[in-house]
């Protein structure tokens, strides 16, 4: 059985610019989740997704946007990036409203 | 006042040590109570799951939630140098969005 895995591992981006973080979820779960986590600090939720459609959003601005394949993999997508970004960005699937597994997370540096 | 309170430490314990650590919360709708570890820059990983109030053992951890006091702490006994990790305490009402804790930094030394 696969875990969760995310890509890019690390990133650096400049302020202004637009990034997509992908997730593949664990196999057999249909919903993931997306966390910021900055340094430090505890994840914060950004928003989940549940068979394609979002279910529920966090305290994020809408530059902060998602999407969820057919295949249940999904992007995270932040546009005009700011400083404050600078986090790990951690995905989460599960089945439904079960137990949610972490990806290693993907960490995002804007300079 | 965030919803979830966690002392961020660092907590230092010598090897065999008792440890707990706790969180406070403030959301009395919380029903789900989770304890994950996080290794440097790795992601979470569960390691208990508990519904509601009371106990729970695994090996060598054990989680209370005390739902009255609004309080839960984990429990790991014979404490090890590979438990050093920040442990992070999250709590959900129905299981969607996880609420955390700002995580609690251990140290067990040999």
């Known amino acids: 059985e696969t875990g969760v895995t995310q890509s890019p591992t690390h990133l650096i981006k400049t302020r202004g610019q637009q990034v997509t973080l992908r997730c593949s979820s664990q196999s057999g779960h249909n919903t993931v989740s997306w966390y910021q986590q900055a340094l430090g600090q505890g994840p914060q939720f950004i928003f989940q997704?549940?068979?394609?459609?979002?279910?529920g959003r966090g305290n994020f601005p809408p530059r902060f946007s998602g999407l969820q394949f057919p295949n249940y993999s999904s992007e995270l997508n932040v546009n005009a990036l700011e400083l404050d970004d600078s986090a790990l960005y951690l995905c989460a699937s599960s089945v439904g409203a079960d137990t949610q597994y972490f990806g290693p997370g993907t960490r995002l540096t804007v300079l | 006042q965030k919803e979830v309170e966690q002392d961020p430490g660092p907590l230092s314990v010598p090897e065999g040590a008792i440890v707990s650590l706790n969180c406070t919360y403030s959301?009395?709708?919380?029903?789900?109570f989770m304890w994950y570890r996080q290794y440097s820059r790795k992601g979470p990983e569960l390691l208990m799951y508990?519904?509601?109030?009371g106990n729970k053992e695994d090996g060598r951890f054990t989680a209370q939630v005390d739902k009255s006091s609004k309080y839960i702490s984990l429990f790991i006994r014979d404490s090890q140098p590979s438990d050093s990790a920040t442990y992070l305490c999250a709590m959900t009402r129905n299981t969607d969005k996880l609420i955390f804790g700002t995580g609690t930094r251990l140290q067990v030394f040999p």
């Open positions: 508990t519904y509601s109030s």
């Open positions: 959301n009395s709708a919380f029903q789900y």
């Open positions: 997704y549940y068979r394609e459609e979002e279910n």
